[in-house]
């Protein structure tokens, strides 16, 4: 009998199969895909914060600034002393799967997990592996196995409550400015979310989350910004940003999208996983130690989680609801007020892509006619 079984070798997976194998508990991580880190649906982007949790050389470039465009041809530009990284999430993936592997974890690829089943002793996992049928046991199942968690499927019955679709590519144009993301609001670029570049040298990410009609309608609209004919790959998929209410049960711990642990203003869950990563292994760990694998016991997970992030993608949920409902008329206020230097300033000091939550209280505060346009939207 496992430890612990880990499905999925996305960041959340191999990192949670990192920790605890190097606390000395047996990890088995079964990975559907014949190779970690593929296929890319990513931009990237993620805070210093993930790269002093795993040491990576997929860095490709590093951002200071964002300019945000607003209906109506108004922009704003936020600089930050602090570096935001974009990385090449392919090497990223396969770097913090090496560390588990390092750690002792034993990976196995093209290995795609069919069922999972409770009964009094544990877990039992049935796999295809290479195409054939095999079963492993554990006391406890992780779930890493993203947005369509099969773990999620057969033991939590529950989806992430709001999802939004993606669409991104590779576009062979170099950004004049590579210091800065960009960011488009209104209902051109998305219904609900944003279009957005990220610039990493000689190619650049374009792309569009929406959350009410297709991203790539309103894709279109964003890449005829950009000179045409040079996209050289497309990729996409659908990002959870709301988590589901349980996320642990008997044996069993939802971590990373596939709980829905994601930042719901932006949509990145590269952090919020690996946060949740090391919750799941801590609370596992203290599971597996005192040999009681309950709900009740493992509700100290979701207690761990919360309390580190749960405040900050409660409100940023709130937040994100309010802002990406507005109409452009009452966007075009919003950036009325956004684009006063003092709150320019305001946004260098304060913003930080992982703890939104800081610059809208200090906006609100500083702005109390925010709160009605947000409630009314207009
Ligand atoms: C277009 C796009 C752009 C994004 N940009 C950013 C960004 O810039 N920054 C950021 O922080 N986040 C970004 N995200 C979100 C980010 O990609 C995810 O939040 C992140 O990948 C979550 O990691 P995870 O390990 O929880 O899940 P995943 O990365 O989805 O990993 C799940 C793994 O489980 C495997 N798996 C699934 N089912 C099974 C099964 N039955 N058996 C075995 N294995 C299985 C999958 O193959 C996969 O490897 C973006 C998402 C999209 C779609």
């Known amino acids: 009998m496992l430890d612990v079984i880990v499905v999925g070798a996305g960041p959340s997976g191999s990192y949670a199969s990192h920790l605890l194998s190097k606390s000395g508990f047996s990890v088995l991580n079964l990975e559907e895909h014949k190779e970690v880190g593929k296929p890319v649906e990513c931009t990237g982007l993620v805070s210093q ?19 945000v465009y607003f209906p109506g041809g108004g922009s704003i530009h936020v600089e930050k002393t602090e570096k935001t990284i974009v990385m090449d999430r392919d090497s990223f993936d396969k770097d913090v799967s090496a560390m588990a592997i390092s750690s002792g974890a034993d990976l196995k690829i093209n290995a795609r997990v069919i069922a999972v089943k409770k009964d009094s002793k544990g877990i039992d996992v049935t796999y295809r592996e290479n195409g054939e049928r095999k079963n492993a046991r554990s006391h406890i199942i992780i779930g890493a196995d993203g947005i369509n968690s ?35 609001l209104g209902s051109e670029y998305s219904s609900g979310f944003f279009g957005w570049t990220a610039p990493s040298g000689n190619i650049t990410r374009i792309g569009v989350a929406s959350y009410r009609s297709a991203a790539i309608k309103h894709f279109l609209r964003l890449n005829s910004r950009f000179p045409p004919n040079k996209i050289i790959g497309i990729n996409g998929g659908s990002i959870p940003i709301s988590h589901v209410k349980r996320t642990y049960s008997d044996n069993a711990i939802l971590v ?14 590269i952090y919020t996983g690996m946060v949740s990563a090391s919750h799941a292994a801590r609370a596992s760990i203290e599971s597996l130690e005192s040999e009681d694998h309950s709900s009740r016991f493992l509700s100290r997970y979701e207690k761990y989680w919360k309390s580190d992030i749960g405040m900050e993608l409660a409100i940023d949920g709130i937040v994100q609801r309010y802002l990406f409902s507005m109409r452009d008329s009452a966007l075009r206020n919003i950036y009325d007020i956004l684009s006063k230097p003092s709150n320019i300033s305001l946004i260098n000091r304060l913003g930080d892509i992982d703890y939104p939550s800081r610059i809208v209280f200090a906006m609100l505060i500083r702005n109390p006619s925010l709160v009605g346009h947000l409630l009314l939207r207009r």
């Open 256 to 269: 990373g999208d596939a709980a829905g642990i994601v930042k719901p203003l932006s949509g990145g869950g």
């Open 49 to 67: 914060r993930v790269f002093s949790m795993v040491k990576s050389g997929s860095r490709v470039n590093d951002v200071t600034g964002a300019t």
């Open 150 to 184: 099969r773990v999620r499927k057969e033991l939590f019955q529950e989806r992430p409550g709001r999802i939004v679709s993606a669409y991104q590519v590779d576009s062979a144009h170099r950004m004049e400015d590579q210091d800065s993301v960009e960011v488009y």
